[in-house]
């Protein structure tokens, strides 16, 4: 049994990387179309061996697909997810519009697969934050074990997190730091991001946090735990692709290093790389076009009775976005067969 499968925003970084995923992974697609907005009209997109060109999403039917992948922005979202919702086709929606309603379920496959099933309130299916994505798949089987208390993270975000502007700006500043006569200000980012880091992601709330911050604490608790402390500091550092996490964890009972380093080898979705040695570990540059999320720098935490610390580092434009897209497509899939 195959899909009729829409892509949403199929002209920009995370559209084209479903596409490339939906190929890759041999997601069972009868038909497919990319949309995008008029100016990006007849843009040719690559499926496989196949070349699509992009349909106006604003004339597009949704009547008779069975699931459309959005990767557009929460304006466009708010606008047309309902659309799609209302002619029966499954939205899974990579923008933050529906992740904190509490009728849309806020899915990562290898954590709350089960929550896909709250998809039908609205036929929507939320994706979580890029940073939230890799986290959680790290978390969630050291919390089975040893029930997490508490979480301090410190994030080391790619400029791909801010799409292609934030890549091209970090190419022009690159440059232009060698050929002072190419000047390149900050447009995209505050501060010039090439050869700096920014401890500034989206705005800042009363509460001091910036709101990618809050949306760490406020994912992890509707994916894995409400009873989980979380505190976030959120980074933009002069990386292309590739997202990296300091990650202290606090449990309720002890859990030894090498008791956890067993557990992650065998969670799904989580691949270790941990030896105590130069470069025996994972950094972003390592990551790139991989699945899996990378755990690395397991040790102890002796400053607290049940302390572990973790380095977290995956492909935000995978993991974090398109690739956890299509894994929830594919746990759909699956519960719907099992349905019929």
């Known amino acids: ?6 892509v949403v925003g199929a002209t920009g970084n995370v559209g084209r990387e479903i ?7 041999q997601f069972p697609v009868d038909a497919i179309e990319a949309l995008a ?15 699509l060109k992009t349909k106006d999403l604003d004339t597009f039917d949704f009547t008779g697909w069975d699931i459309a992948l959005f990767a557009v922005g929460s304006e466009a979202t708010k606008k047309y997810a309902p659309i799609a ?25 290898e954590v709350n697969p089960e929550a896909v099933e709250g998809y039908a309130k609205k036929n929507i299916i939320a994706n979580p934050n890029c940073s939230t994505a890799q986290m959680v798949v790290a978390l969630k089987p050291l919390h089975d074990r040893a029930r997490i208390k508490r979480v301090v993270v410190s994030t080391y975000q790619s400029v791909s997190g801010a799409g292609k502007e934030g890549m091209d700006e970090l190419w022009r500043q690159t440059k232009s730091i060698y050929n002072p006569v190419d000047n390149a200000p900050p447009t995209k980012f505050t501060k010039q991001i090439a050869f700096n880091v920014i401890p500034h992601i989206d705005v800042f709330l009363d509460s001091g946090e910036t709101k990618e911050e809050w949306k760490m604490v406020a994912e992890t608790k509707k994916i894995v735990d409400p009873n989980i402390k979380v505190t976030a500091t959120c980074v933009r550092v002069p990386v292309f692709v590739g997202h990296s996490e300091s990650i202290n964890i606090e449990f309720e009972e002890f859990l030894d290093e090498d008791e956890a380093r067993d557990i992650l080898r065998e969670a ?12 025996g570990y994972i950094t972003p ?9 990378f755990v690395s720098r397991i040790r102890q935490d002796s400053t607290i009775d049940n302390g572990l610390n973790l380095w977290v580092v995956s492909d935000n434009l995978r993991k974090g976005a398109a690739l956890n897209a299509v894994q929830i497509a594919e746990t759909l899939g699956n519960r719907m067969l099992k349905k019929g």
């Open 1 to 6: 049994m195959g899909y009729k499968i829409v």
């Open 19 to 25: 596409l490339n995923i939906l190929d890759e992974r």
């Open 37 to 51: 907005s008029r100016k990006s009209l007849g843009t040719q997109c690559s499926f496989g061996d196949k070349t």
């Open 85 to 109: 919702a209302k002619a029966g086709c499954v939205v899974i929606d990579n923008s933050s519009l529906y992740r904190y309603d509490p009728d849309v379920p806020l899915v990562v496959p």
């Open 268 to 279: 799904p979705g989580v691949m270790v790389i941990d030896k105590r040695e130069d470069g």
């Open 285 to 293: 540059v390592d990551c790139v076009g991989d699945y899996a999320t």
